[in-house]
């Protein structure tokens, strides 16, 4: 009786362990189960949320269509590496709004596309207006490359535009344009369609006159040409007046370059080509749109501006173009001095500076707008200089400094920074430079080496003021001059006089370039320390820091005295640190969908 008592136990137990093994097994199953059907459900969520952010409307069916769509960069051989495109975060009202096209069928992904500029569109569109993308911003997403800023073309006139957007301001008078403003640093530039000013009928003539009587008081920002100057010259083409306006296709033939008459609907998602400038990009080539001799002698700025676009994308001109460029070039001259000052600039800080001065001298731009500066690069040192002559100059320098005092008794503060600026230079006299140019050639390759640092510097986002770019292009002369015993700084006053009248160089800047000339030899040469507090402590000293750190560079000189001037600033508290440029690309605001704005209202909690 007991071992059958045993036995049942034994099965009892046995069957007890069986079905736990069951039980545990089955949970097993289901918790698995239960983890498979969350980890779909993760990437269900997941990727909604990656289709939202890229502006589809539904999650997409194949691998494929998942990828945000985006445009395939056009290659070109001599295109160097460019940044990675900006991916904007579109608002959910704007991805589901149905008047735009599926993502998967957009030309140009809308995450790369400003969603204040898509706004500024769609809000001119609600309106009954024509409203694209144009310019640059199309020409460089086409490429693969991050737009720096968002321009819109419409149909709308400059006043319609005002009264559309309540955070918009119009801006020149012989270029009328739209500034839609986002914050501080932001601006969606909207322009009027125009059409050939030689073109217009009368009515626009009857409505150029109208805007022209309304704007009588305002101040003229934009200092780009215009309508045609009737100067009885039939030779003269030159535009003084572009505010005869037009259709979309008038417009796109009244610009420069093929490479900017690009526009882009981004509601029905392509791209508008009426001047062949998409199959230019894909062959990297500059060319104008129409006859190129009738365009430079329109605005012959755009010259500097094919340049520009030339060096940025590492393109080729075509011949065309490129042989008109040189038989136009004395044509700058005739052009607005203060837009040539600011077209020079750009063009030598835009990071490409080095090839853009060689691109000038090969077009003869050097020798038409800054004949004194090739004349000081080939300048000889004089064969004999005695320490009879040092006096004359030096008293010549005391005249200039005299002169240059009386001119600015206007500000008082001016009057004495300008009266202790002699203490702080007697010592540069006595400097003698490590590193002479005696050379033409040896200043040629001196001022390209100086030229490459200055590129290598603006890709840091350094901001670089006009004063320090005219010293670094007078340099190697004025060092040349300084180690021959002759003064740079009265060499310089007097060719920036003409300076002056040809593209407005402004008086501080010359001022400013003056000084610093003055002062970088003994900077350079690290002396002068018993005068520092008298030098760190005027308003061209970062300027004079920044022209010293380049010039180091390309001479190659140890950077213990850029180190040394840095720590003086540092122990006086001086300011020493330059400037960076203000980046336009913000966070793009968010428009709630109406449920979001029900949710979160009062009424609803």
């Known amino acids: 009786m007991t071992e059958k008592k045993t036995t049942k ?80 975060t579109i608002p959910q009202a704007v991805v589901e709004d149905k008047q735009l096209v599926p993502a998967s069928k957009q030309e140009i992904a809308l995450s790369e596309i400003d969603a204040d500029a898509l706004w500024v ?49 119009l801006i020149g008078r012989r270029f009328r344009l739209a500034h839609v403003v986002f914050g501080e640093n932001k601006i969606i530039e909207t322009a009027t369609f125009r059409a050939h000013p030689a073109a217009e009928n009368d009515e626009a ?21 215009d309508t045609v100057e009737d100067s009885g010259d039939t030779d003269d083409i030159m535009l003084e007046r572009d505010n005869a306006f037009g259709s979309i296709e008038e417009d796109a033939m009244r610009r420069d370059l093929t490479i900017n008459g690009l526009f882009y609907d981004p509601i029905a998602g392509e791209v508008i080509d009426f001047v062949g400038g998409r199959e230019d990009l894909k062959k990297g080539l500059i060319r104008t749109i129409g006859d190129p001799d009738i365009r430079f002698r329109e605005d012959p ?12 994308l590492g393109m080729q001109f075509e011949k065309a173009t490129e042989n008109a460029m040189s038989e136009h070039a004395e044509l700058l001259l005739k052009c607005a001095p203060a837009r040539l000052h600011e077209e020079i600039i750009r063009l030598l800080t835009s990071g490409h500076g080095a090839a853009a001065f060689k691109m000038m001298e090969q077009f003869g731009i050097v020798n038409t707008l800054l004949p004194e500066l090739l004349e000081g690069l080939d300048w000889e040192k004089p064969t004999e200089h005695t320490k009879e002559n040092a006096p004359a100059a030096e008293e010549q320098k005391e005249e200039d400094v005299s002169a240059s005092e009386d001119d600015e008794n206007k500000s008082d ?25 005696y050379e033409p050639q ?10 490459g640092v200055l590129d290598e510097v603006v890709a840091y986002d350094t901001v670089i003021p006009p004063s320090v770019l005219w010293t670094l292009l007078v340099w190697p002369t004025a060092a040349s001059m300084e180690a021959s015993g002759e003064s740079s700084s009265t060499w310089f006053w007097e060719i920036s006089e003409e300076w002056m009248r040809r593209f407005r160089l402004t008086r501080r800047c010359r001022e400013t370039v003056k000084y610093l000339l003055r002062n970088m030899p003994s900077m350079l040469a690290g002396v002068g320390v ?6 760190i ?35 006086h508290k001086k300011p020493y640190r330059q400037s960076r440029k203000v980046s336009d690309v913000r966070e793009p605001r968010r428009r709630r969908a109406k449920e979001e704005v029900a949710e979160s209202s009062p009424s609803a909690a």
């Open 9 to 88: 136990k034994k099965a009892k137990k046995t069957s007890t362990k069986k079905k736990a093994t069951k039980a545990s097994a089955k949970k097993a199953a289901n918790k698995g189960a239960e983890e498979t059907t969350s980890i779909e459900v993760d990437t269900e969520v997941k990727q909604e949320a990656t289709s939202a952010d890229a502006g589809q409307s539904a999650p997409a069916s194949t691998a494929d269509e998942k990828k945000v769509a985006s445009v395939e960069p056009v290659s070109t051989p001599e295109v160097e590496q460019k940044p990675a495109l900006t991916v904007y």
């Open 413 to 437: 503060t001016q009057t004495s920074e300008s009266s202790d600026e002699s203490e702080s230079n007697e010592p540069s006299v006595q400097v003698v430079l490590q590193h002479q140019y």
């Open 442 to 451: 040896e200043r040629r390759d001196m001022l390209e080496k100086i030229l």
């Open 301 to 312: 700025v755009r010259i500097l501006r094919a340049i520009k676009f030339a060096t940025r």
């Open 530 to 535: 018993d005068n520092t507090r008298g030098i």
């Open 121 to 169: 569109v769609r809000r001119l569109r609600s309106k009954g207006f024509e409203a694209y993308l144009t310019g640059g911003c199309v020409r460089d997403l086409l490429l693969g490359v991050c737009p720096k800023d968002f321009d819109v073309a419409t149909s709308a006139k400059p006043e319609e535009v005002k009264q559309i957007f309540r955070n918009c301001r």
């Open 537 to 571: 402590g005027r308003s061209w000293f970062k300027d004079a820091l920044l022209a010293l750190t380049v010039l180091s560079q390309a001479q190659e000189i140890d950077f213990k005295n850029v180190l040394m001037w840095k720590a003086y600033a540092r122990q």
């Open 205 to 225: 003539e009857a409505a150029q006159e109208e805007i022209q009587e309304a704007s009588n008081d305002e101040t003229d920002d934009f200092d780009v040409v």
